[in-house]
Every structure is written in structure tokens, then in C-alpha cells.
């Protein structure tokens, strides 16, 4: 993963964050036993997905990588034997 630039878009920066924000939230209303609250941070949650799709959707995130196409060189024929000079 290091050899890649897996996930260092704005895009995906934006989403995991927002998500992060949203995790923290829900966690904090769980312990307080408020399940509205929770449920709220969950929604930030999904939202945080939603963002960083859409930011993808405007360029922001990783270009499609587009299926290589292999071209391979033709089989070459058997080579004959070099006859020796006497």
C-alpha cells in the first residue's frame, strides 16, 4: 500500500474524516445512554460515505483505472541449426 496512492484524495480525506466525526459522536451519546443521539452520529456516519462519493463523483478522489490490454508478440519459429564450416 505504501507504493500506491490508495486513498490520498480530497475525496476520500473528506469522507473518512466526516465519518470519524460521526463514530465519535454516536460513541459519546451511547455512553451517555441517549439513543437519539446515537443514532444522529450514525447518521453522520452514512453521510461521510455519501460525501466522499459524491467528491468522487466531481473528480476529487482516484481516477478509473482502465483495463491494460497485454499485447503479446507473435510465436517465433524454431530456429534451425547453424551447419558447422568444415
Known amino acids: 500500500m505504501a507504493g500506491s496512492s490508495h486513498g490520498h484524495t480530497p475525496a476520500a480525506w473528506t469522507g473518512v474524516t466526516i465519518a470519524f466525526?460521526?463514530?465519535c459522536v454516536a460513541g459519546?451519546?451511547?455512553v451517555m445512554a441517549q439513543p437519539v443521539g446515537f443514532w444522529a452520529g450514525m447518521v453522520i456516519v452514512v453521510l461521510g460515505g455519501?460525501?466522499?462519493m459524491i467528491m468522487r463523483a466531481m473528480g476529487l478522489g482516484m481516477p478509473k483505472q482502465t483495463a491494460l490490454v497485454t499485447?503479446?508478440?507473435p510465436a517465433a519459429a524454431?530456429?534451425?541449426p547453424v551447419a558447422a564450416e568444415s
Open 21 to 23: 466525526i460521526g463514530f
Open 28 to 30: 459519546a451519546f451511547m
Open 50 to 52: 455519501v460525501v466522499g
Open 71 to 73: 499485447r503479446t508478440a
Open 78 to 80: 524454431p530456429r534451425e
